[in-house]
């Protein structure tokens, strides 16, 4: 069979695989750089092809880094995966501080966009009213404040969302703590021009309480309602409300800076070529970003295990590779309280889409830090400060990891993908997708294409166009997909009992 297009990719190299750009089919010779390949069974695209023979326990390599070790002898041209491959990771290690810092770079372009500077000089990219409940209790009454809302007072901000949850009472210890920190964040947003906290009165997390958390607040932009404390929940709400959307409509949008930005970082139904297409896509946005001065967070921490000490040698001193080390740890810790496989990671998409072990998921998953060096590390709930590459305590778990983004001062989420999922944060989540088949079949949740880089773009050229539509989303010119679909949800992480 002569050679097609079927293209296979070498990443690194030293890697021993490649990627095959487009399904083969048993006997086709596909074509690695100059060298002729015939795959030895069928092999879908963004799955491996070995490259030369890999004995028995040696290691399988792929982005110049082990992925794992051989379960069995592999020859040239064979399929690898779950069934030749397995991790090599196991148990709790342990680390040494190597540091290999990079000077601050990034490709310079445009540096402002327009958004809504608050009272305490953050910056909001969208004008909103949210609605955020103290207990899960009144998540009804929330919705229905917030579509009431939006049909009196369209057209004078940019919305009114309610955010429900299950929680707030019958929470112990860190649970109940971890309901207040993010629900705190979000109260504290500066996407959210007005907050209405909501209350029902009774519960643990009753307003009294929650206070204790929010500290100091500007009492023109967020306001507290408890519904066992007044006659009729939903005139009282809906009064406030009014209230502040005529505090929220003064603020306009005026230019700002790009270094007040804070984006989050996520992937989430990842496929065999989110590390080589989409994750280093928002990789060299994140440095773009950072070497402005802006601060970006990459989270999901189960998915640093096998990459962590990548991410460990670029912390900027050794508080910060201590945080990362107890950040790691803290994670394998709660995975073995719970009799928990460490690192058995990959989803079942995850794997259908080309992705085998825990180490090559992790490999391509930090490639959204981009090569910045990591400045802080931050508890679950905490918010970012400090310029540079954040690293975040939180889990794999899509909407989990996107409300800890934007609990921690988010005002954007770039979210990649090789499956698809029309999943939202409370922030413009803007979806990436791997490749272009995706971008097409799936365009009403697909907000930017990643995939022309199989097709032969360039990373420079592409990163530029991605800076200047990811500018353009937070001025507000651009509405991400979860937006114009309405696909607005949180999730708050839970690790104890429920009374």
Avoid at 67 to 77: H, L, P, Q, W
Avoid at 306 to 333: P, Q, W
Avoid at 339 to 348: A, E, K
Avoid at 487 to 497: Q, T
Wanted: with cysteine.
């Amino acid at each position: 069979m002569d050679t097609n297009r079927n293209l296979a990719l070498k990443i690194h190299e030293k890697d021993n695989i490649a990627v095959v750009l487009d399904n083969v089919k048993k006997g086709q010779k596909v074509l690695c750089g100059d060298e002729e390949i015939t795959a030895g069974e069928d092999i879908d695209r963004g799955h491996k092809i070995a490259l030369k023979n890999i004995e028995n326990g040696d290691e399988v390599v792929k982005y110049g880094f082990s992925i794992g070790y051989a379960s069995r002898s592999i020859s040239k041209g064979e399929y690898i995966h779950t069934h030749n491959l397995r991790t090599a990771l196991d148990g709790i290690l342990e680390y040494t501080y190597n540091p290999k810092l990079l000077p601050s770079e990034g490709i310079q372009s445009k540096s402002t966009f327009m958004g809504f500077v608050r009272s305490d000089g953050r910056v909001g990219i969208r004008n909103e009213i949210w609605i955020i409940n103290t207990v899960g209790c009144v998540n009804k009454i929330s919705e229905r404040l917030a579509r009431e809302a939006n049909e009196r007072f369209r057209g004078e901000i940019d919305g009114v969302f309610a955010y429900t949850h299950p929680y707030g009472c019958s929470q112990m210890g860190e649970d109940q703590e971890n309901t207040q920190k993010i629900l705190a964040g979000l109260v504290n947003h500066p996407n959210a021009a007005g907050v209405l906290v909501l209350g029902l009165g009774c519960e643990n997390n009753n307003i009294p309480e929650f206070k204790k958390v929010l500290g100091q607040i500007d009492e023109k932009r967020v306001r507290f309602l408890s519904a066992q404390d007044v006659e009729d929940e939903i005139d009282e709400g809906l009064k406030i409300i009014g209230e502040l959307v005529e505090y929220a409509s003064r603020f306009k949008r005026q230019e700002c800076r790009a270094s007040k930005l804070i984006v989050g970082l996520k992937c989430g139904g990842s496929d065999g070529f989110s590390g080589i297409t989409a994750n280093p896509l928002v990789g060299a946005f994140s440095d773009m970003l950072t070497a402005q001065g802006g601060i970006s967070i990459l989270t999901e921490v189960p998915e640093m295990f096998g990459a962590e000490t990548l991410l460990m040698n670029r912390c900027v001193g050794r508080e910060v590779f201590d945080k990362t080390v107890r950040l790691i740890n803290d994670f394998k810790e709660y995975y073995m309280r719970h009799d928990q496989v460490i690192y058995d990671n990959p989803s079942p998409g995850n794997k259908k889409g080309g992705i085998s072990t825990l180490e090559e998921k992790s490999l391509g998953c930090i490639q959204k830090g981009g090569r910045g060096n990591v400045t802080d590390v931050l508890d679950y709930g905490t918010p970012a400060k400090m310029p540079g590459l954040n690293l975040l305590k939180g889990p794999g778990n899509d909407i989990v990891a996107s409300t800890a983004l934007t609990a921690s001062g988010a005002q954007m989420i770039l979210f990649t993908t090789g499956r698809g999922t029309p999943l939202g944060a409370p922030v413009p989540t803007v979806k990436i997708s791997t490749n272009t088949e995706l971008y097409k079949g799936k365009h009403k949740w697909i907000d930017f294409d990643a995939g022309a880089l199989i097709e032969g773009a360039k990373m420079e050229e592409l990163a530029k166009e991605f800076w200047h539509y990811a500018m353009d989303v937070a001025s507000g010119e651009i509405l991400t997909k979860n937006e114009v679909n309405d696909c607005r949800e949180i999730a708050i992480f839970k690790d104890g009992v429920t009374l």
